[in-house]
T-cell receptor, first 114, second 112 residues
Framework: DTAVSQTPKYLVTQMGNDKSIKCEQN?????MYWYKQDSKKFLKIMFS???????INETVPNRFSPKSPDKAHLNLHINSLELGDSAVYFC?????????????FGPGTRLLVL | DQQVKQNSPSLSVQEGRISILNCDYT??????FLWYKKYPAEGPTFLIS?????DKNEDGRFTVFLNKSAKHLSLHIVPSQPGDSAVYFC???????????FGTGTRLKVLA
């Protein structure tokens, strides 16, 4: 039974479109994250939610909007997609916001913007 | 500004020998360090961690060493196995934030 799952696994779309990526965790964790891994393989945090509240918002364009309907879900909506948004997006979760809590990652969503 | 660096993009090691993966950091406020392993088309999986109050942590074949004065950590895998072939990321956090800062990864290939 997958702990952190993401859908879709692959997403190919045209510039200017709006798309969403969904994430669900069944670990009972309070904190969830979105990371972006770009072409240079940097894995960088974008957002973090704790108990449905936004607690980290890195310098990310406004076109990216996370939504957490409940503790087990953190979705990422992207408006007006650009070529530079092509990357692998990983969702992760941890028990809470303690810095020593291990983060568990989903399998990633490979987004390609044409 | 890359606060966590893995200067070796790749490493090849014979099966049974030791693999040593290195990581350097610049922020002296970091006080918790982790290693993640990543297979192709999968997410990173947690391997081992170390707090700054220690200089060594061991878990089976995996040992992480921390040298705070040099701002350097390393992961030792002994003995290396073909199944260890993956990309290894080091990460750091601390200084009042639980945000992980990742390095760019080292691709380890263990040759049978």
């Amino acid at each position: 039974d997958t702990a952190v799952s993401q859908t879709p696994k692959y997403l190919v779309t045209q510039m200017g479109n709006d798309k969403s990526i969904k994430c669900e965790q069944n670990l009972g964790h309070d904190t969830m994250y979105w990371y972006k891994q770009d072409s240079k393989k940097f894995l960088k945090i974008m957002f973090s939610y704790n108990n449905k509240e936004l607690i980290i918002n890195e310098t990310v364009p406004n076109r990216f909007s996370p939504k957490s309907p409940d503790k087990a879900h953190l979705n990422l909506h992207i408006n007006s997609l650009e070529l530079g948004d092509s990357a692998v997006y990983f969702c992760a979760s941890s028990q809470d916001t303690s810095f020593q809590e291990t983060q568990y990652f989903g399998p990633g969503t490979r987004l390609l913007v044409l | 500004d890359q606060q966590v660096k893995q200067n070796s993009p790749s490493l090849s090691v014979q099966e049974g020998r030791i693999s040593i993966l290195n990581c350097d950091y610049t922020n002296s406020m970091f006080d918790y360090f982790l290693w993640y392993k990543k297979y192709p088309a999968e997410g990173p999986t947690f391997l081992i961690s170390i707090s700054s109050i220690k200089d060594k942590n061991e878990d089976g074949r995996f040992t992480v060493f921390l040298n705070k004065s040099a701002k350097h950590l390393s992961l030792h895998i002994v003995p290396s196995q073909p199944g260890d072939s993956a990309v290894y990321f080091c990460a750091a956090s601390g200084g009042g934030t639980y945000k992980y800062i990742f390095g760019t990864g080292t691709r380890l290939k263990v040759l049978a």
